[in-house]
């Protein structure tokens, strides 16, 4: 296991979807009780549902710790694969940071924790690393999981882990042109020969897919003609995220009955609102979920589309919603304006 990547050890893919979906589809296998389950984050981005579904996996839910910045606590992976064990077999952990729809930014010492966790189950750790370069909050610092499994020294030497990395997110949002990668990290070689093999058989990404994802990894270096332009976008993207990350979560602070945690990182703020009962009940009759009615009231007044959290899970009774920090500045703001708004106006309609 070295920190340098191994070119043999990588696989290029048409976005990180294609490679996720790859290493899902590798990891499932047996039937009835000695069926595949692959643990996955709730709230989680959509893909990993619809994949583990695609392939008839198990789908194992852990919950992320709202109270606590939606970082991963181990006593919850536990009560989960404990629970699950009982009629699938656990194979694999997936694990988004930072996270989708959540924005979190896991800490150091909870990719140790993880790392622990999985390896003392016997789980492969799949590391959705796609929002890398999307870390806004002071003092929250990206560690890929290679890195710090590559710290934790050779007793951790044979704990399997593919990261996923892709040009659709960070300061390019290229996804149009379905580029990524997959990095495999002590993996069994007769293992990850099946895996090329198979990705083999669709053979490549695209070529301009391929050529986006090599200036991501080596962007243009001190000295060279495109280097200072370069940083100046660069530095523009980012601290602009950063400032809509601080704006919206800020907003949703400061009206009533809504509650959203720190954008640390990513691309999305993942606001809970607290509904009245009757607007539960108004949306029942509807045959909607309640976050759902609310989002389709929010786009139909005030023209804004968010996405409901029951789309990417949610604990039961609460109610969420993702809403993203990709606009322009002065966009957000007006959007900001119109959230206030609409929620309150819709809180007094449907107040108990
Ligand atoms: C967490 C996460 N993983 C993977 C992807 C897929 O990325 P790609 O466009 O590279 O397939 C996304 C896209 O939104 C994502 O949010």
Not at 47 to 55: D, G, I, K, P, Q
Not at 144 to 157: C, H, I, N, P, R
Not at 225 to 234: A, N, V
Not at 295 to 313: M, R
């Amino acid at each position: 296991m070295g920190e340098f990547p191994q070119p043999n050890n990588i696989m290029l893919s048409a976005g990180a979807s294609e490679a996720i979906r790859a290493v899902v589809k590798l990891l499932v296998s047996g039937e009835g009780k000695d069926r595949a389950g692959i643990m996955i984050p709730i709230p989680q981005y959509p893909l990993y549902s619809a994949t583990l579904s695609e392939f008839d996996a198990v789908q194992i839910n852990y919950f992320l710790n709202e109270d606590a910045d939606w970082s991963l606590g181990t006593e919850e992976l536990q009560r989960s694969i404990d629970e699950a064990r009982k009629h699938c077999n656990p194979r694999a952990i997936c694990i988004i940071n930072p996270g989708n729809p959540t924005g979190q930014v896991l800490s150091r010492q909870n990719i140790e924790e993880i790392i622990k966790f999985a390896h003392k189950e016997r789980l492969f750790i799949c590391a959705d690393e796609v929002y890398q370069d999307n870390v806004y909050a002071k003092g929250a610092e990206f560690h890929s999981f290679k890195k710090v499994l590559t710290e934790m020294g050779d007793q951790y030497a044979d704990q399997e882990l593919a990261s996923f990395h892709s040009t659709s997110k960070g300061f390019m949002g290229e996804c149009g042109m379905r580029g990524g990668y997959c990095e495999l990290v002590n993996v069994d070689p007769g293992i990850q020969a099946q895996l090329f093999k198979l990705v083999s058989a669709k053979l490549c990404p695209t070529v301009t897919g391929q050529a986006v994802m090599d200036v991501v990894v080596n962007p243009p270096q001190k000295g060279e003609p495109s280097y200072d332009l370069f940083m100046e976008e660069k530095s523009f993207v980012l601290s602009t995220l950063a400032e809509k990350a601080k704006l919206v979560a800020d907003g949703f602070n400061s009206v009533e009955g809504v509650t959203c945690n720190t954008v640390m990182g990513a691309m999305y703020s993942f606001p809970q609102i607290h509904l009245p009962k009757k607007a539960i009940e108004a949306a029942k009759k509807q045959n909607l979920s309640p976050d759902a009615f609310y989002a389709t009231h929010f786009l139909e007044e005030a023209g804004v589309c968010i996405v409901p959290g029951s789309g990417f899970g949610q604990r039961e009774g609460t109610f969420h919603f993702r809403m993203t920090i990709l606009p322009p500045v002065d966009k957000i703001k007006e959007v900001m304006d119109r959230f206030k708004k609409f929620h309150t106006k819709f809180m007094e309609t449907y107040s108990d």
